[in-house]
């Protein structure tokens, strides 16, 4: 994937990057682990928001509509299949993509009366993956990877 506009007017037919043989493609978006990131927009995760977005409020349609065959459900039970059915969706990747944008938030679909708001319950969840990273041992590699990123941190904020 290549962060900013793809070179434009060069030849991009020869892939300038082979692994095991096979060339690596010109792209501007790819999705990894279930992230979708995209290199052109300002903010990375804008197109997983927008998916993630929209799985959520089809899964919600279609849970929601079983009630015209069922009847409505008790608040209890409505609760709990809100929880198994969607707000998995609209919590998936809380611990990659923390969110850091207003209008990202806002494409998140509502949430259901008497359960934590969606900015809050992912930015709990986000602190409970940061005080795992925080609590393994040295030799984990993602230990590693989260004291790398403290380091990138300090020298984005104390350049020398």
Known sequence: MVFGAIPAGENLTEDPFVMYGDP???VDRY???GTT???T???IFTIHYDLKALAAQRIANVTLAAESMTGALPPK???IVYLARIDVTIISEYD???DVSEANLKKIPYSESGIMSIRHRRFLLALRTLRHFVALPDTRLVHSA???SLDLARVA???S
């Open 31 to 33: 999705k990894y682990v």
């Open 24 to 26: 690596i493609q010109w």
């Open 77 to 79: 039970e409505r609760s």
């Open 157 to 159: 904020l104390h350049p």
């Open 41 to 43: 927009l300002r903010d």
């Open 96 to 98: 990659v993509a923390v």
């Open 37 to 39: 990131f995209c290199s």
């Open 146 to 148: 989260y004291l790398d």
